[in-house]
Structure formats: C-alpha cells, structure tokens
C-alpha cells in the first residue's frame, strides 16, 4: 500500500524521512536518496550537485567480472540482455568486445591492459657501451694532455738548441 507524506509529515518527520517515518530517505524498494539526484520518491526535486570530480578515473575490470558477464549475457534473453547491462552500468560495445575476446580465447586479454606507447626493451649491452664511452673520452682527454705535454717540450728543445729526433718519429 502506497503512503503519501504530507507538507505536515514533512515538516514534523523531515524531509529525509520515507513514509513509514524512517530516516535517512529509504523509499518502498528501499532505494536510496542519493545527493544530485532528483528524488521522485518524495515528490520533490533536489538541486543537482554543482562538484565537479577533479579527473574522471577510467574503469578497469577484471577478467573474471568480464567472464561473468558475458557469461549471464549468454544466458540472459534478448529483452532481459538490456536490463542487465543498465543494471550494471555497461554498453553493448562493452559485451560484443568481450565476447569476441572470449571466443578467442584470449583470457590475458581480458584483463585490463596498459594504455598509450609501448617502452622500448631495455637494451642489455647498453650499460657496457655507456661504461667504454666513459671511458673513451677519459682516453682521449689523456691523450690530449700527452700531446700538449710533447708539443711543450719540442718548444723547449728548439729554444736551447737540442735535437729531438727519437721523439720526431
């Protein structure tokens, strides 16, 4: 039997009070009053919320809850196939995707995959080139030194009049 709560019933009870006189704002099928929802249950309408979620989070499922679902799919009749899918909150892209995924066999492709590029292996003999580069150029800088210091001494030996000859060649 239906019950209507009055304007009085309201004020005196609250107007999150259902009926019967619980609190909390349960309706006949005990549906909750949620906040940004208008509420027909009562017969008035509250005011949308104005929060915006600062990023939307993206749904992962998992493969057994998918499993699961295409499972009651298969077993649900075209009119009650619909009602599933708003009861859980999915599109038929969804279901088709994850049928075709299962026809494939493809249970590791069920499971909720990683987005955007792909990293490149790391290379395993990168860590020794990038060590022999090092080293190179710590070569070189020596082998620069030596030179400036031959170069400083064939100066040397031309001012005071001495031959080089074995260090010419």
Do not use: H
């Not at 792909?118 to 082998?143: D, F, H, I, M, Y």
């Not at 030194?145 to 001494?153: R, Y």
């Amino acid at each position: 039997m239906k019950s209507f709560m009055t304007v009085e019933d309201q004020k005196t009870r609250g107007a999150g009070a259902d009926p019967n006189g619980r609190p909390g704002g349960l309706g006949e099928k005990g549906q909750v009053a949620r906040p940004g929802c208008v509420s027909l249950m009562m017969g008035q309408a509250s005011a949308p919320d104005p929060e915006v979620v600062e990023k939307a989070s993206r749904r992962k499922f998992t493969a057994d809850y998918k499993l699961r679902i295409v499972r009651e799919a298969e077993a649900c009749s075209s009119g009650e196939l619909g009602a599933m899918l708003r009861r859980e909150g999915l599109y038929s892209s969804n279901l088709a995707c994850w049928r075709r995924q299962a026809a494939d066999g493809q249970l590791s492709a069920l499971t909720p995959q990683k987005r955007g590029r792909r990293r490149r292996p790391a290379n395993p003999l990168s860590k020794k080139v990038l060590e022999l580069e090092q080293e190179t150029g710590r070569l070189r800088q020596r082998l620069q030194q030596a030179e400036e210091i031959i170069d400083l001494q064939k100066k040397i030996s031309d001012i005071r009049g001495m031959s080089l000859k074995n260090l010419d060649a």
